[in-house]
């Protein structure tokens, strides 16, 4: 899968989790979102804090992109944030963390959009 197809996965899947927090009535910051890896080499993110194993998904489908969701972006770490792996069936696990990724062993390619609603 090439970067900017599971951009586009995220980017659906996090305007959907935008409004149904919205239609819900409960505040939501805007993420910023970072691509972070291409993980079909090395399925383990490095964090600040130590590796981020990437979770087995359960129809075995390969471990693709990591993506970073800074849930607070103008708050200081340790803060709620995720990181959002994309799978080659073009599913997408969250895994909630506290802390970002160690810049120097995960740089962010790039900001995939910040989030302009």
């Known amino acids: 899968m090439q970067l900017e197809e599971a951009k586009t996965i995220v980017a659906q ?3 959907n989790r935008w409004r149904n927090f919205v ?7 805007k993420p ?10 090395n399925a383990v993110v490095e964090t600040i804090s130590g590796p981020l194993q990437v979770p087995r998904h359960l129809t075995n489908a390969a471990p693709e992109w990591c993506f970073f ?11 709620p944030c995720r ?9 997408i ?5 506290r802390v970002p990724p ?4 995960n740089a962010p390619i ?4 910040p989030f302009a609603l």
């Open 93 to 97: 696990q969250s895994v909630d963390n």
């Open 102 to 105: 160690n810049s120097t062993a």
């Open 69 to 79: 969701a800074d849930d607070l972006p103008n708050a200081n770490w340790e803060h």
């Open 13 to 15: 899947e996090e305007l």
């Open 110 to 113: 790039e900001e995939v959009f």
């Open 32 to 41: 910023r979102i970072f691509a972070l890896s291409d993980l079909s080499q």
């Open 23 to 29: 239609a819900r009535g409960q505040p939501i910051a």
């Open 83 to 91: 990181y959002l792996v994309v799978y080659s069936d073009g599913s």
